[in-house]
């Protein structure tokens, strides 16, 4: 992620036509709309949002469809399997001065010994900093959902299953991995001005503004994006397609999916899907 937000970014896409995180899909032989929301999956408490129109919309829908299912029962089961490393541990994917680096860290500012860990992904052992970038009890967008869902008697669904998602994950080296680890942690600091950094972008609620900024600033996210992102809208949209030819759902995936070219937003209005932001 970018360590600086640049202002020209957000003044060259102040426009009515991406200003929105909540999009109304319909037509192509739809017989009702159905919506889409970019979300961002974890922010603090104090600066999580949610507008009215992203409320009426989950509720006018007869389903609530995230990334994953993340009301399965068995989900929290299989995303634990699907996390560890089977033939392969950190401490020999690392230096034994970058595994004692991250052991050091792990240990004195997130107060969780690494030993345990040694079989997690690395890619997915950063997930395990995010209370020391955000603090405490995050919120979830995902989360929140599920709740809404609940109350409201609506079905949850995932446009992909655990082993589909982590499966993009894995087509990443595992040394590829582990670099983008040290150097998350190395540089931590900076790690932490990023993500509040791409906070400010969300909170701009402009999607290509969102897409720009992390193409523009982020090594990483360049480096991954065809396989993390793209492929991943592309598989989304038939899916998304047919699911809301079946009922009216209320989609919400990750922010950075829904701008750029071959956004899902773009892939959508390819499809034939009249996309128009709601306010």
């Known amino acids: 992620m970018p360590l600086i937000v640049a202002p020209a970014i ?7 036509e991406s200003s929105s995180l909540l999009w109304k899909v319909s037509g192509n032989g739809l017989a009702s709309p159905s919506y889409l929301f970019g979300t961002i999956h974890a922010l603090p408490q104090s600066r999580f949002f949610l507008p009215d129109s992203v409320e009426k919309a989950l509720a006018s829908c007869e389903k609530v469809v995230l990334e994953i299912d993340m009301d399965e029962p068995g989900m929290m089961s299989e995303l634990q399997q699907e996390m560890l490393m089977t033939d392969n541990a950190l401490d020999r994917i690392l230096s034994h001065d970058e595994y004692e680096l991250i052991a050091k860290f792990f240990i004195d500012s997130l107060g969780i010994p690494l030993a345990p860990l040694a079989n ?13 970038i955000i603090g405490q009890n995050p919120a979830s967008y995902e989360g929140i959902f599920v709740q809404m869902a609940g109350a409201l008697g609506k079905e949850v669904l ?24 040290v150097e998350s942690i190395i540089d931590f600091n900076k790690s932490k ?7 400010t972008a969300y909170e701009t609620q ?3 503004d969102i897409y720009r900024y992390m193409l523009e600033t ?4 360049k480096e991954m994006e065809e396989l993390l992102i793209k492929n991943r809208n592309h598989a989304w949209v038939p899916r998304i397609g047919k699911l809301a030819k079946e009922s009216t759902c209320f989609f919400a995936v990750g922010s950075g999916h829904l701008g750029g070219s071959e956004g899902v937003v773009a892939l959508l209005r390819q499809a034939g899907y009249s996309v128009i932001p709601v306010f």
């Open 193 to 199: 001005a990023e993500y509040d950094a791409m906070l």
């Open 158 to 181: 995932g446009l992909e299953t655990v082993q589909e998602q982590i499966g993009y994950i894995d087509k990443v080296p595992l040394d590829k991995q582990a670099k983008m680890l």
């Open 218 to 221: 982020s090594n990483d996210f």
């Open 120 to 132: 997690v992904k690395p890619m997915l052992l950063t997930s395990f900093m995010l209370p020391k």
């Open 206 to 208: 402009n999607i290509e």
């Open 10 to 16: 957000f003044a060259q896409g102040q426009d009515s």
